[in-house]
Nanobody, 121 residues
Framework: QVQLVESGGGSVQAGGSLRLSCAAS??????NRWYWHHHAPGKQRDLV?????????NYPDSLRGRFTISRDTAKNTVYLQMNSLKPEDTAVYYC???????????????WGQGTQVTVSS
């Protein structure tokens, strides 16, 4: 069984920065694609960033330039660098990963437990 554990959330003032991490632990798997989502109160969970096994990244236009996703394949870890944070970035941030078990023919998606990010004005 693979577990995703996030860290790095917290409280910051507007204009500040935070770096989130998410590490996958378990045996006999590889991570193909990583995702970060955020879920603000009263809103739907939205995609923040993705990164493929080849390190191609994608962001919604509203976040491009402020958020950067990166990965360390050897450590099975993904990062989300968030700069110029705004109060509207306040949300629970979730990582997710498309995982492939050794010998399996398809990926399965696993989710982290979420980490709170609060941006004050």
């Amino acid at each position: 069984q693979v577990q995703l554990v996030e860290s790095g959330g917290g409280s910051v003032q507007a204009g500040g920065s935070l770096r989130l991490s998410c590490a996958a632990s378990g045996n006999n798997f590889r991570v193909n694609r990583w995702y970060w989502h955020h879920h603000a109160p009263g809103k739907q969970r939205d995609l923040v960033a993705t990164i493929t096994s080849g390190c191609s990244t994608n962001y919604p236009d509203s976040l491009r330039g402020r958020f950067t996703i990166s990965r360390d394949t050897a450590k099975n870890t993904v990062y989300l660098q968030m700069n110029s944070l705004k109060p509207e970035d306040t949300a629970v941030y979730y990582c997710a990963a498309d995982l492939r078990s050794i010998g399996a023919s398809a990926d399965f998606r696993s989710w982290g437990q979420g980490t709170q990010v609060t941006v004050s004005s």
